[in-house]
């Protein structure tokens, strides 16, 4: 069984301020894992992606994500966050060989105080 | 790129009725298609996977004959709450998964929001 453990369920942090959003998982098997960000009343968009290869992944937004196979993370960064990233963050991850089903964090809701 | 449309974005029904949810793959074509319920301030809660030409498999714990899943066609699914009660309003996402792709990526729709009064 896989899980996804997101500890933060708020992150406050000031305008322009570095953000770090945290994500652990479980899984007896090797993973990809994906970070979507959820802005309010709409659907979900994927930030960026770990398939395989380097552990430091650069996505949109000035985003970027680093795995760490031994502490079993998925930490997602921002080095200066806007007002416009005010939104849900959710960390999931999926098998390598699966049904396609991804297996979900709770979602951290990242608040940006001008 | 890969997009994903639902219909309607919203709806208000009264309690007894039947609603259909739409979900789309607009330029790709879907073999699989996932349905999430996603409660306020919570993560998305899988509800069912639907196979193109094939019974869709429920979740533990969904009632099959009260959430209708059909995938008619590789960019079609759609979701009916069938005699909606106010306890099943909520923000409903489908997603797809691109046939062919090489990891095998999900693409979001917007959501449905439904309110049953």
């Known amino acids: 069984a896989q899980s996804v453990t997101q500890l933060d369920s708020q992150v406050p942090v000031f305008e322009e301020a570095p953000v770090e959003l945290r994500c652990n998982y479980s899984?007896?098997?090797?993973?990809?894992l994906f970070w979507y960000v959820q802005y309010p009343n709409q659907g979900l968009q994927l930030l960026l992606k770990?398939?395989?290869?380097s552990t430091l992944v650069k996505g949109i937004n000035g985003f970027e994500a680093e795995f760490n196979k031994s502490q079993t993370s998925f930490h997602l960064r921002k080095p200066s966050v806007h007002i416009s990233d005010t939104a849900e963050y959710f960390c999931?991850?999926?098998?390598?060989?699966?049904?396609?089903?991804?297996?979900w964090g709770a979602g951290t809701k990242l608040i940006i105080k001008p | 790129g890969a997009v994903v449309s639902q219909h309607p974005s919203w709806v208000i029904c009264k309690s007894g009725t039947s609603v259909k949810i739409e979900c789309r793959s607009l330029?790709?074509?879907?073999?699989?298609m996932f349905w999430y319920r996603q409660f306020p301030k919570q993560s998305l809660m899988l509800m069912a996977t639907?196979?193109?030409?094939?019974?869709?498999?429920?979740e533990q714990g969904v009632e099959k004959d009260k959430f209708l899943i059909n995938h008619a066609s590789l960019t079609l699914s759609t979701l009916t709450v069938t005699s909606a009660h106010p306890e099943d309003s909520s923000f409903y996402i489908c997603s797809a998964h691109r046939q062919g792709s090489s990891y095998n990526e999900q693409f979001f729709g917007p959501g449905t929001r439904l309110t049953v009064l």
């Open positions: 639907s196979n193109e030409g094939s019974k869709a498999t429920y």
């Open positions: 330029d790709f074509q879907a073999t699989t």
């Open positions: 999931a991850v999926r098998s390598v060989g699966s049904n396609y089903q991804l297996i």
């Open positions: 770990y398939l395989s290869g």
């Open positions: 899984s007896s098997v090797s993973v990809y």
